[in-house]
């Protein structure tokens, strides 16, 4: 009974990471058609200009999150297999307090200086 356990669960596996995959591929694709219609629609220059805002945009929004994301994931579960409740209903409001006062912040300097 437990190799078709393993079985069910391997196979959950491989079709969850065969989907996103699959999902990763699509959005690739699509990204790359709105680039070559947005760039044929708007023109070099304001395609130029676009892609150094979103280049901009995308670099703040990574610092801003400042890999709390990932940690969170981690502590979470580290909290969780623990059945430490307590720990992980102070964590996910702690990293989103710690991610809004960095947007903040971060939105007032790019205010304030671009």
Request: aromatic share 12%; net charge positive.
């Given at each position: 009974m437990k190799v078709v356990e393993e079985r069910s669960a391997?196979?959950?596996?491989?079709?969850?990471?065969?989907?996103?995959?699959?999902?990763?591929?699509?959005k690739g694709g699509l990204v790359y058609g709105y680039g070559i219609a947005l760039a044929r629609l708007a023109g070099a220059d304001t395609f130029g200009l676009y892609t150094l805002a979103f280049s901009i945009i995308?670099?703040?929004?990574?610092?801003?999150?400042?890999?709390l994301t990932t940690g969170s994931i981690r502590y979470v579960s580290i909290a969780a297999a623990e059945q430490n409740w307590a720990r992980v209903k102070g964590i996910i409001p702690g990293a989103v307090r710690y991610i809004i006062v960095a947007?903040?912040?971060?939105?007032?300097?790019?205010?304030?200086?671009?």
């Open positions: 391997n196979y959950r596996l491989a079709s969850g990471a065969s989907l996103g995959i699959i999902g990763s591929v699509i995308f670099i703040l929004v990574f610092v801003g999150a400042m890999g947007s903040i912040t971060i939105s007032v300097l790019l205010f304030l200086f671009l």
